[in-house]
């Protein structure tokens, strides 16, 4: 991997990797503030792309397009729905889906897949199992899924029984498709801010400043695997 872009939905998400980023350097695009450097030793793009599905693809398009990554990594928060995840623990993703979308758009038109879940790649899903054999953080592997909508307890019952996930939220399939298309590797790493036991806004907000350091630990971490 030459150069990876690191891609989170806001600035708070994104704030925490800056201790990480040495010689960084700004430049706008798209309205968006791209931050480079090097992780690790590691060339990085780095941008917060703002809520939902089509401000991440837009950000993940651009970093593809401008800042030539090969591989994009998809960090920040994201809300718990299996039973047994926990706040503050990490999710990567081995697939994510829309839950949002009909599967059906997705494998009978462009971009045609065998399954509505697009897949994390396997070198950095390799990656990110060796690097939580030693992680101080819980790190789960499963599924997210993502909609344009925060879930709180509307909906929550019908996804669980569609796809199982482990987590959801608003940018993680997104990203996955733009990589997906462009042939780009692809993973996420996003840390619980809610569950169903502590659901709602008012907790997200309580704990993102706190799950945007762990996951950026955790992304960090992962580039820094030799």
Same mark, same amino acid.
């Given at each position: 991997?030459?150069?990876?872009?690191?891609?989170?939905?806001?600035?708070?998400?994104?704030?925490?990797?800056?201790?990480?980023?040495?010689?960084?350097?700004?430049?706008?695009?798209?309205?968006?503030?791209?931050?480079? =450097? #090097? @992780?690790?030793?590691?060339?990085?793009?780095?941008?917060?792309? %703002?809520?939902?599905?089509? $401000?991440?693809?837009? /950000?993940?398009?651009?970093?593809?397009?401008?800042?030539?990554?090969?591989?994009?990594?998809?960090?920040?928060?994201?809300?718990?729905?299996?039973?047994?995840?926990?706040?503050?623990?990490?999710?990567?993703?081995?697939?994510?889906?829309?839950?949002?979308?009909?599967?059906?758009?997705?494998?009978?038109?462009?971009?045609?897949?065998?399954?509505?879940?697009?897949?994390?790649?396997?070198?950095?899903?390799?990656?990110?199992?060796?690097?939580?054999?030693?992680?101080?953080?819980?790190?789960?592997? =499963? #599924? @997210?899924?993502?909609?344009?909508?925060?879930?709180?307890?509307? %909906?929550?019952?019908?996804? $669980?029984?569609?796809? /199982?996930?482990?987590?959801?939220?608003?940018?993680?399939?997104?990203?996955?498709?733009?990589?997906?298309?462009?042939?780009?590797?692809?993973?996420?790493?996003?840390?619980?801010?809610?569950?169903?036991?502590?659901?709602?806004?008012?907790?997200?907000?309580?704990?993102?400043?706190?799950?945007?350091?762990?996951?950026?630990?955790?992304?960090?971490?992962?580039?820094?695997?030799?």
């Amino acid at each position: 991997m030459r150069k990876i872009g690191i891609l989170c939905a806001s600035d708070s998400e994104l704030e925490p990797f800056f201790s990480y980023i040495k010689d960084k350097k700004v430049t706008e695009k798209a309205m968006l503030k791209f931050y480079e =450097g #090097t @992780i690790h030793g590691v060339e990085v793009a780095a941008v917060y792309s %703002g809520v939902g599905k089509v $401000n991440a693809a837009i /950000a993940t398009q651009a970093l593809i397009d401008h800042f030539f990554v090969t591989a994009v990594i998809n960090g920040g928060t994201a809300g718990g729905m299996a039973k047994d995840v926990k706040l503050f623990d990490t999710v990567i993703t081995e697939r994510t889906a829309f839950h949002d979308v009909d599967g059906s758009i997705l494998t009978e038109f462009h971009p045609w897949l065998s399954t509505p879940y697009f897949q994390g790649d396997r070198e950095l899903l390799d990656r990110a199992r060796e690097y939580g054999n030693i992680s101080e953080y819980p790190i789960l592997f =499963g #599924t @997210i899924v993502t909609g344009d909508r925060f879930i709180a307890e509307q %909906g929550r019952e019908e996804i $669980n029984e569609r796809f /199982a996930p482990l987590a959801v939220d608003m940018e993680t399939a997104a990203v996955a498709h733009v990589c997906y298309v462009n042939q780009i590797p692809f993973l996420a790493a996003r840390t619980i801010t809610d569950t169903a036991d502590h659901a709602g806004v008012e907790n997200f907000e309580k704990n993102c400043e706190k799950a945007s350091e762990i996951s950026a630990e955790i992304v960090v971490g992962i580039i820094g695997r030799p």
